[in-house]
């Protein structure tokens, strides 16, 4: 037996519990998928699972105990990350439970100092990375992948709402991912009116574009609106039928 007492045990395991939930509540404060509890029954876990490994008294067993909370905490983080559309979410949430299990090691390992350091720099990272996080963001990027990619805007209305609607699309169509390049009339008749635009598109093209026929087709005039890609490689379509 490791010469590991009662006090010294309990005192680990409050360190690693402690910890835990002290980066549980910035989770539970953000509405995240993980919040209080479960980063507290991390870092109990992975400090109780330690702790045992020095109970058994072997001096190797902590180090190998500790790789494999690393390896569960990975199948536990995978859990919680789901995808959304065309992206990823609760990475963030993943890696912050692979944080608690880290600090429940080193609670077991009865350095509260760093226990404690490991915790007030995951915390400062959820904190203060966020706001830098959303200041890159707004920053503009010039995708190459997609710079030199142009498409075409159809949409039918009724001849009576031509100029009205000309102008909105005009307008919608002015914005920092979508330059327009050209713009045709054809009057069939006395009813309807056909407008074609052509735009370059420096960003995504779907979230901007979808953005515009969300916007157009809820006017009561617009009878037909879709538009495609005339970049070869990107020979995608996309309906919208206005209500």
Request: glycine share 12%; with cysteine.
């Amino acid at each position: 037996m490791a010469n590991l007492t009662t006090v010294d045990f309990a005192l680990r395991l409050a360190a690693g519990v402690g910890c835990g939930a002290l980066i549980g509540v910035e989770r539970q404060w953000r509405a995240r998928m993980a919040g209080l509890r479960t980063n507290a029954l991390v870092a109990v876990g992975a400090t109780l699972f330690v702790l045992y490994s020095e109970v058994v008294g072997d001096p190797g067993s902590p180090t190998r105990v500790a790789s494999y909370v690393v390896s569960g905490i990975g199948f536990l983080g995978g859990g919680v990350i789901l995808r959304e559309g065309g992206g990823v979410r609760g990475l963030n949430t993943a890696a912050t439970l692979w944080c608690s299990a880290a600090v429940g090691v080193l609670a077991a390992s009865g350095r509260f100092d760093l226990c404690l350091l490991g915790t007030a720099v995951v915390i400062a990272v959820h904190l203060l990375l966020r706001p830098a996080g959303r200041l890159i963001d707004r920053v503009p990027q010039r995708d190459p992948d997609n710079e030199g990619v142009r498409a075409t805007v159809h949409l039918v209305c009724d001849r009576a709402d031509e100029t009205h609607v000309r102008a909105l699309l005009s307008q919608a169509l002015s914005t920092d991912e979508l330059a327009p390049t050209g713009l045709r009339v054809r009057r069939d008749g006395e009813d309807t009116a056909r407008l074609q635009a052509t735009v370059s598109l420096d960003g995504d093209p779907a979230r901007g574009l979808e953005q515009l026929i969300a916007r157009l087709s809820l006017e009561p005039g617009v009878r037909d609106l879709h538009w495609h890609l005339d970049a070869p490689s990107l020979d995608t379509e996309r309906e919208t039928a206005p209500a």
